[in-house]
């Protein structure tokens, strides 16, 4: 027969309400008993064990409601019974160490540590040494900021006879202290971890650290016991600012390993930059150096630092011939010595940039040069051969900005003819830019010119046009949008990877003039005289020059109907001083020299040209594309795109970025590199976009070109992101460490 579960409940209360306790008890233990998960009906029957002085079952049925409960995860529910059990039992140690576990779950861990404390007074108190100890091992994990109850677990640990985990507690407990600047309690725990493990190197080396950070010199030098361990403190003792304590310390690690070379080459480098090169020449020469790259580098290096530069070159030159791989650490060896001997430093850069040209790898000679000239602005001879190696290696961008440096470095020598060229190519080339009109302007004054704003407004004007020395044709470089191949036919929805420029041939100089642009006719703005006249073939496109008064975001592309009126007057504010006002000029004077006609035929001009809003429109195409995933067109887009000055930093690095994902790092490095040339809309988009072109070129192998980019970075913006990581990171594998 069935057992009737509601007639069996309602005959319990009957029995109940008629005072009859056990049978009613009986009655609900043949519910519970025929339905063990029926929680409610067992706490009623708990409850009546209580009611009926049966104390020990009734813990035992909470218990099991309890622990079900709690292994459900039900918590509250759970931690109300554990509760109800301690009323019963105050001591009873399985609720005691259940309610501890969830109380400290919930973050009630003050409820967590009374109910743990408890048990272990309770083991400790029936000799139960090991329970007690493994108590107050969990009473350490409770509140990881609570170093005094984790300093007594790693103790209890030991109790346990778990030495591992005791050393590895208190290794933990002295980084942390250590992080809180609470060096002193670090102190105590890592002596703690010492006197258990005296081998252990990175004990050793932590203790070090704090010695040195709490300028207990004297115990730091106590502790350290090898030739490894002095030269850790010698590198925190530098850290430090205590150079002489760290030559001690490096002398001693010297004296502990003779045979170290690379050890004694530190040490020579160390004296080698406080300009003692006597004491450096004890510990390298080139004779002791012997084939070894790292030692020749440096017995090179303190040659080049004192008077003896022509044999440091001579060791430079046999370093290269003898191993060639060592040519990016022979390019950061020059970069540091021409930070104070320029004409050194440039001799051995140089000749590591050449050794990249016998290679040609033009990228790599022009970065080398580069950050040369970043450490020593305005030195000729090393901008002249980075012009070289750009004009032989078709690197354009490049080309330009050195251009620019040494159109520069000419005005400051003096060399005014040679300054008057270059910067007139620049702006020939890119007339808006600034910079190029305001070193143009300087060099014509250096010659002497009477009127140099006329001189200029006469070039831009179209009516005397600028002669470019234009190097690089468009036929000289591959297009991105690349001519259609088989994969154009491919079956819809393959991917097809976005097409990898290939490395031009070097083109021959030629000099042409510039071709006149198309134009979209617009109805004329109005000038100073109401006067409209049309520019000449050769006019330079000024449209981007306004665009650059007032910017707008590069996604966001301008409506071909929008009317948009720029007051002139201001493009060349920097070069002309006091601004004319048109209505000054005498009527009906068209000279050349009249600088506010010119603008006012810049004006017309600058109304009937829609380049730029070309540009934008296919940059937003290419956004469309690229959300589409048709990246063949996405890329021919934006290449269109980059060839307007304010849209090239974002055309340029969105392409990189796609050549980047579709894993051909070659091409992305070389967009990357267009992109950094172009001014950055923000400081941030800057620095992330250099970032990313470090890693693009060491993805490339390209170290030294990486390792230029990254601390120009870090110069730029100081600890952005892991540079310096970074860059310590590349120095080592520069210098095979």
């Not at 036929?475 to 929805?493: C, I, K, L, R, W």
């Amino acid at each position: 027969m069935a057992f009737d579960r509601n007639a069996t409940l309602r005959n319990a209360e009957k029995l109940l309400r008629q005072g009859k306790l056990e049978p009613a008890i009986a009655e609900y233990v043949r519910v519970v008993e025929d339905q063990p998960r029926d929680w409610n009906t067992a706490n009623i029957l708990g409850d009546l064990y209580v009611r009926a002085g049966q104390t020990d079952r009734a813990v035992e049925q909470f218990t099991r409601i309890a622990d079900s409960l709690n292994e459900e995860g039900f918590l509250p529910k759970a931690s109300a019974l554990y509760k109800k059990i301690l009323k019963l039992k105050p001591d009873h140690e399985h609720a005691l160490l259940q309610a501890a576990e969830i109380a400290a779950s919930q973050g009630l861990l003050m409820d967590a540590r009374n109910h743990l404390t408890t048990v272990a007074d309770r083991r400790r108190a029936r000799g139960d040494a090991r329970g007690a100890a493994q108590v107050r091992v969990r009473l350490g994990s409770i509140d990881p900021a609570d170093y005094d109850a984790r300093m007594l677990a790693a103790n209890a640990r030991l109790e346990l006879n778990d030495q591992a985990g005791a050393v590895r507690d208190l290794k933990e407990i002295a980084a942390e202290l250590i992080d809180k600047e609470r060096q002193g309690d670090a102190i105590e725990a890592l002596r703690a971890a010492a006197a258990l493990t005296p081998d252990d190197e990175e004990i050793r080396r932590q203790l070090l650290q704090v010695y040195v950070a709490t300028g207990d010199f004297a115990r730091a030098m106590e502790c350290a016991s090898t030739a490894e361990q002095f030269v850790a403190l010698a590198s925190s003792l530098e850290a430090a600012g205590h150079a002489d304590a760290s030559i001690q310390a490096l002398v001693e690690a010297a004296r502990l390993n003779p045979d170290d070379g690379a050890l004694r080459a530190q040490l020579a480098r160390t004296f080698v930059a406080r300009g003692d090169l006597q004491r450096a020449a004890e510990y390298l020469t080139a004779e002791t150096a012997g084939d070894d790259p790292q030692l020749l580098l440096t017995a090179a290096e303190i040659k080049l630092r004192g008077d003896r530069v022509d044999e440091g070159v001579d060791l430079a030159r046999r370093l290269l011939a003898e191993h060639p791989s060592r040519r990016d650490e022979l390019a950061l060896m020059g970069w540091s010595v021409a930070e104070s001997v320029p004409e050194a430093g440039f001799r051995v850069v140089e000749l590591a940039a050449d050794a990249a040209v016998q290679v040609e790898d033009w990228a790599s000679a022009a970065a080398t040069l580069q950050e040369f000239v970043t450490r020593v602005p305005s030195h000729i001879p090393a901008l002249m051969r980075l012009v070289e190696i750009c004009v032989d290696g078709a690197l354009e961008a490049t080309m330009f900005s050195a251009q620019a440096q040494l159109a520069d470095a000419y005005i400051t020598a003096g060399m005014a003819a040679e300054a008057r060229f270059i910067a007139e190519d620049l702006v020939a080339h890119e007339p808006w830019e600034r910079a190029n009109l305001e070193r143009f302007k300087r060099a014509l004054e250096l010659l002497g010119e009477p009127d140099p704003e006329a001189i200029i407004a006469e070039r831009l004007s179209g009516q005397s046009p600028f002669t470019a020395t234009d190097l690089f044709s468009p036929s000289d470089f591959p297009s991105f949008a690349a001519a259609p191949t088989d994969e154009d036919t491919a079956p819809a929805g393959e991917r097809i990877e976005p097409p990898a420029p290939e490395r031009p041939p070097v083109p021959e100089p030629k000099s042409k003039p510039r071709e006149p642009q198309a134009v979209h006719a617009a109805p004329p703005l109005p000038s100073a005289r109401d006067e409209h006249f049309d520019l000449g073939p050769n006019a330079i496109d000024l449209k981007s020059i306004l665009g650059e008064i007032e910017p707008s975001p590069p996604a966001t592309a301008h409506a071909a109907s929008e009317s948009v009126e720029v007051d002139l007057s201001i493009v060349l504010s920097d070069i002309r001083g006091a601004a004319k006002t048109p209505a000054a000029a005498p009527a009906g004077e068209g000279a050349p020299g009249d600088i506010d006609q010119v603008f006012a035929q810049l004006r017309d001009e600058a109304s009937r040209r829609a380049a730029m809003e070309t540009a934008e429109a296919e940059y937003k195409r290419a956004l469309e594309l690229e959300q589409s995933g048709n990246l063949e067109e996405c890329v021919r887009a934006l290449q269109a795109a980059a060839r307007a000055p304010r849209l090239r930093f974002a055309a340029a690095s969105k392409l990189g970025r796609i050549f980047r994902q579709g894993g051909q790092t070659h091409p992305a490095a070389e967009w990357l590199e267009r992109a950094a040339q172009a001014p950055a809309p923000t400081p941030d988009e800057g620095h992330a976009l250099l970032y990313e072109l470090a890693e693009v070129l060491e993805q490339e192998g390209e170290v030294a070109r990486a390792l230029a980019v990254c601390m120009e970075l870090q110069a730029d913006a100081g600890s952005y992101r892991d540079v310096g990581e970074r860059i310590e990171r590349l120095m080592k594998v520069q210098t095979g460490g």
